[in-house]
């Protein structure tokens, strides 16, 4: 089963307008992480945020964490045709392995 | 090579067939995953690996499945009498240290097809 689920499940929007995915979970966390997921390839690791922090930016990436509502944000900001993904949370219960979402299907036009 | 490598890339099986799919971590990572992933969704847990040790398998989702790790390396994952519904892609990740808050490396997975 899966812990996390995104919000939305797709989304099209213009090249360099923001893109904003959120992902709920169910159980404590040590850490949540965001990855990417081009077409029939592997998962890219984006962005790792710990449980005890509440933002972090990384280039054109802000994700938000807040565990009252085990919830998190990943906004992307003037996005590119090469953001187009998917795009899965994926959190770490202190089991080792990953569990993650269902993923948001990104589509950024030109 | 510098990421995780997984053969092959394509699998076709035929209904009954048994499979290997293999899986080169990243030299030096302890930590070794499989998941599986279907089509539309997000990778699902199935078994980790601490170096040779086999420390977490509660996600394989019957005994057909079976992943090994002899030198804590190289993870090969077998399924016996391949099913249809075991159609997916099957993704390995690695990691380099034993504690939290690190990150995994995957592989560009194995899409197997069982027709």
């Known amino acids: 089963s899966q812990q996390g689920e995104e919000d939305p499940q797709a989304l099209s929007i213009q090249e360099g307008e923001n893109a904003t995915m959120n992902c709920s979970y169910k159980t404590s966390i040590n850490n949540l992480q965001w990855y990417r997921q081009n077409s029939g390839r592997g998962l890219v690791h984006l962005i790792l945020?710990?449980?005890?922090?509440r933002e972090k930016h990384s280039g054109r990436l802000r994700v938000t964490l807040d565990t009252s509502k085990k919830s998190s944000s990943l906004l992307i900001t003037a996005s590119r045709a090469a953001d187009t993904a998917s795009y899965f949370c994926?959190?770490?219960?202190?089991?080792?392995?990953?569990?993650f979402g269902s993923g948001t299907r990104l589509q950024v036009q030109p | 090579g510098a990421g995780v490598s997984q053969s092959p890339r394509y699998k076709v099986a035929k209904r009954g067939q048994d499979v290997a799919l293999r899986c080169d971590p990243i030299s030096g990572h302890v930590s070794l995953f499989w998941y599986q992933q279907a089509l539309g969704q997000g990778p699902e847990f199935l078994t980790y690996?601490?170096?040779?040790?086999?420390?977490?398998k509660s996600g394989l989702p019957s005994d057909r499945f079976f992943a090994e790790r002899p030198e804590g390396s190289v993870s090969t994952l077998k399924i016996q009498r391949t099913q249809q519904e075991d159609s997916a892609v099957y993704l390995c990740?690695?990691?380099?240290?034993?504690?939290?808050?690190?990150?995994?490396?995957f592989g560009q997975g194995t899409r197997l097809t069982v027709v």
């Open positions: 945020i710990r449980s005890n922090e």
């Open positions: 990740a690695s990691s380099l240290a034993l504690s939290q808050n690190t990150e995994a490396f």
């Open positions: 690996f601490q170096n040779e040790a086999q420390l977490d």
């Open positions: 994926a959190t770490d219960t202190g089991r080792r392995a990953l569990t």
